[in-house]
């Protein structure tokens, strides 16, 4: 079996013959489609077991609600293919987005995980278009993902993956933005990573999806997420200006973190409190800005700490709340 393509269920009952037929319509010719029915109370049960029925590529596993985290880990073991990808099941995906992709991976046994454009927010005002041009990183591939800023689409799915990488690795179960947990350790095990211009995968914004739900429980983590992978690279002199960068996103989401509807005061104070032990001195921010404009965005924070860089901010856009 060369691919195994996972695709985690849950409430998708209006969405999920879509998915399914834009997964066919691949073309493949060696392929398992897992359908994880993760405890589902609409019809997508029911709908898994019909589409189970109509193509001997489709299998259904059924279990109690455990999240997508626990659904994705349950269709890795139970895959079988050699190459493993992941849909949610209220996306799509584009005309020839595996094919080809899969024929490049199976050609290039020194390339472990293939990264294919994505239509984020698909179906929105807000909709664009992630696209990288043909290029294959063969050394220095975790500070190279750092330097294309990997960390801004570290989607687990438009991806696609040797099977080996998922050996010991398993998506945090309970956790929001898993993703941005477990991307940074499947890249560290990667002897190549190729950017494919070829096809697309619509990821599709949908009221209720867990993206459009801005809570802080969600928030959080992302934020620790994205801090953690700067403090483990903050110190390497190579990736000094990536770092500062990392930097720069980390602050953009601790801003945002604080301004959640419903957000934890206490708790923020804490967030705030350890973040501030962390970043980087203020001539380390200076001497990355790469011009005047960002400098002068920076230059608050010396003042004011970053307590009160974060307070102001949030005050001023109070108005602005997701």
Not at 46 to 70: F, M, P, Y
Not at 167 to 191: K, L, N, S, W
């Amino acid at each position: 079996m060369k691919l195994s393509i996972i695709i985690p269920v849950y409430n998708v009952e209006k969405h999920l013959v879509r998915c399914v037929e834009s997964v066919i319509a691949q073309e493949l010719t060696d392929y398992e489609i897992i359908l994880i029915d993760d405890g589902a109370t609409d019809r997508s049960g029911v709908l898994c077991d019909e589409l189970q029925q109509e193509h001997d590529t489709i299998r259904a596993v059924h279990q109690k609600n455990g999240g997508l985290s626990a659904a994705r880990n349950t269709g890795i073991e139970a895959s079988v293919g050699d190459y493993i990808t992941f849909v949610d099941s209220d996306d799509e995906l584009c005309h020839n987005s595996l094919k080809e992709n899969l024929e490049f991976l199976v050609n290039h046994p020194e390339v472990d995980m293939l990264e294919y454009p994505v239509e984020v927010h698909a179906c929105s005002p807000h909709a664009y278009r992630l696209s990288f041009p043909d290029e294959t990183q063969r050394t220095d591939i975790f500070a190279d993902w750092i330097r294309r800023e990997g960390y801004m689409h570290c989607y687990a799915w438009n991806k696609l993956y040797r099977r080996e990488l998922w050996h010991e690795t398993r998506f945090p179960v309970g956790a929001f933005y898993e993703d941005t947990a477990v991307m940074p350790t499947i890249v560290r095990q990667c002897r190549g990573i190729h950017y494919s211009s070829q096809g697309c995968y619509r990821y599709i914004m949908h009221p209720g999806t867990i993206t459009t739900s801005y809570r802080y429980d969600k928030q959080r983590q992302l934020f620790e997420n994205n801090h953690r992978l700067y403090k483990e690279i903050k110190e390497d002199n190579a990736l000094h200006t990536e770092a500062m960068r990392l930097w720069t996103c980390c602050l953009n989401l601790l801003i945002d973190l604080g301004r959640c509807a419903d957000v934890d005061r206490s708790d923020y104070e804490t967030i705030i409190e350890d973040a501030d032990k962390h970043r980087p001195a203020y001539k380390a921010l200076i001497k990355a800005a790469p011009n005047a404009a960002t400098r002068a965005k920076l230059l608050p924070l010396p003042l004011v700490g970053l307590r009160g860089y974060c307070h102001s901010y949030i005050t001023l856009t109070k108005s602005l709340q997701p």
